[in-house]
C-alpha cells in the first residue's frame, strides 16, 4: 500500500526526442506517469511545479492514483529531475569515515561550498572529463530538494521545508580543489560534475533518510559503502545553517557530503579514466550510472 504522498518526481523525454515532461515513476525503473499529458496547465520546469507547493503535488498525486497516462520506460529517457535549480548547495567533510580516512579533524559547523547549476546532468547521462585535469574523482552523496521557501529554518521545522530525496555524484577535480588558492568551487562546478536522480523520492516514501545504505562502484568494483547514519550534520541541521546565509527556495538542491571510500585518498590515489562507469545507489531512493567520455 502507497503511503499518502509518497510519490516518485521524475523530468524525461519520450520517445523521438519529444519535449521536456514532468512524470511519476510508479516504482523504481517501473512505468513513467506523464503528469504533463495528465495536468496540461502545469509548467514544465520541475522548479515552478514545486513551486505550486502542495496544490502541485496533490495533482501529481490525483495522476498517479488515475491508472492513466502511462507511459513505457523504453524509449524514454529521464533527465535530471531538477534541471534548473536557483541553487546547489554542497557540504564537505560531513561523514566521520570520510574525515578519518584523509586524517582530517571533525569541522566544528558544516563546510559548506556550491557548485553552478550548469554542472547539473541526468542520471544516465555522460560525464565529461575536462582536459584541465587528470584527477577526477567521484563522491556519492545523498541530495535533499527544497520544496518550500525559507530564511533562518529552526531544526525542528527543518524537514518541513524538503520535499524529498535524490542520489547525486559530486564529481571533483582534486588537483583544482587544491590550486585557486584552495578554493574548492573550479575542482566542484566543471560542467556535467552533478549527475542527479533518477527520481525525486518525497520524503512520506523514505523510511528514514539518517539510515540509508549509500555506495558508489567504478566499473563494478565497489569503491564506497556507508550509510547515512555516519552524517556528522544530519539535514535538519544543515538546513538551519544554511538557511542562516541564505534564502531556499523551491528547487535548491542540498548535497549532504560523501562516505569513505572517495579515489584520491586511496594508496596510491585511483582517478577516473575515459571509459569508465560510475553507479551511484542509495537505499530506497534509487541509482545513476554514468559514463566517463
Known amino acids: 500500500m502507497r503511503l499518502a504522498g509518497a510519490m516518485r518526481l521524475v523530468r524525461f523525454r519520450g520517445a523521438g526526442g519529444a519535449g521536456t515532461r514532468l512524470g511519476l515513476e510508479e516504482a523504481p525503473g517501473g512505468a513513467l506517469v506523464d503528469l504533463t499529458a495528465a495536468e496540461p496547465t502545469l509548467p514544465p520546469s520541475m522548479r515552478e511545479f514545486l513551486e505550486l507547493g502542495p496544490p502541485g503535488l496533490a495533482l501529481a498525486q490525483r495522476a498517479l492514483e488515475s491508472g492513466r497516462y502511462r507511459v513505457a520506460r523504453e524509449g524514454t529517457r529521464l533527465l535530471a529531475p531538477v534541471g534548473d535549480p536557483q541553487k ?7 561523514y566521520h569515515d570520510h574525515c578519518r580516512e584523509q586524517g582530517a579533524r571533525v569541522p566544528p559547523e558544516p563546510v559548506i561550498f556550491s557548485k553552478f547549476p550548469s554542472a547539473v546532468v541526468g542520471p544516465f547521462d555522460d560525464i565529461v572529463h575536462p582536459q584541465e585535469t587528470e584527477a577526477v574523482d567521484w563522491e556519492v552523496e545523498l541530495a535533499a530538494v527544497i520544496g518550500k521557501t525559507g530564511r533562518h529554518i529552526e531544526e525542528s521545522a527543518a524537514l518541513d521545508h524538503v520535499v524529498g530525496f535524490t542520489v547525486a ?10 590550486k585557486n588558492a584552495k578554493q574548492w568551487l573550479l575542482g566542484k562546478t566543471f560542467d556535467t560534475f552533478c549527475p542527479l536522480g533518477p527520481a525525486i523520492v518525497t520524503k512520506e516514501a523514505v523510511t528514514d533518510v539518517h539510515n540509508l545504505r549509500i555506495r558508489c562502484s567504478v566499473n563494478g568494483q565497489l569503491m564506497q559503502d556507508g550509510n547515512t547514519n555516519q552524517l556528522i550534520f544530519p539535514l535538519p541541521k544543515l538546513i538551519a545553517w544554511v538557511s542562516r546565509f541564505v534564502t531556499l527556495v ?3 538542491i542540498l548535497l549532504t557530503g560523501t562516505p569513505a571510500g572517495v579515489g584520491f585518498f586511496r594508496k596510491p590515489p585511483v582517478f577516473l579514466k575515459r571509459g569508465d562507469e560510475v553507479q551511484c545507489e542509495i537505499e530506497e531512493l534509487g541509482t545513476i550510472c554514468n559514463k566517463v567520455v
Open 88 to 94: 546547489v548547495i554542497c557540504v564537505g567533510l560531513n
Open 250 to 252: 523551491p528547487g535548491d
Open 169 to 178: 555524484n559530486d564529481v571533483s577535480a582534486r588537483d583544482w580543489q587544491t
